[in-house]
């Protein structure tokens, strides 16, 4: 007859999970704040929404450092569009692997 050992309590099952309440509340946000209990990519896109506020309501300088494989995978637009409408100051662009140096520019005014 074999025993089964005790198994140890792990640190990262300790607090349960929350499901999302349905109510008339439609906005992204309100969305984002209630998915902070839920397991999965949800309480991660839940702490990234609390941290980018944070952000916002702060005297911050927010940079984006990206390589250059950004442009080819479709995201040339937003990052203008991000660039030019100030959401970033500082945006941190590596060039072609050929060419090492970083190219920098500031969206500082």
């Not at 990519?41 to 506020?53: M, P, T, V």
């Not at 984006?64 to 950004?70: D, F």
């Not at 937003?78 to 060419?99: E, G, M, P």
Request: no cysteine.
């Amino acid at each position: 007859m074999v025993t089964q050992r005790k198994p140890k309590p792990s640190k990262y099952l300790t607090i349960p999970t929350r499901p999302v309440p349905v109510d008339r509340d439609r906005s992204v946000a309100g969305l984002l704040e209630k998915m902070e209990g839920t397991g999965f990519g949800g309480r991660q896109l839940a702490e990234a929404h609390r941290i980018w506020l944070d952000m916002l309501g702060d005297n911050t300088t927010i940079t984006v450092a990206a390589s250059g494989g950004l442009i080819p995978a479709g995201m040339r637009r937003l990052l203008a569009y991000v660039i030019k409408n100030r959401f970033v100051r500082l945006a941190h662009l590596s060039r072609l692997a050929r060419d090492p140096r970083p190219l920098s520019f500031s969206g500082a005014s």
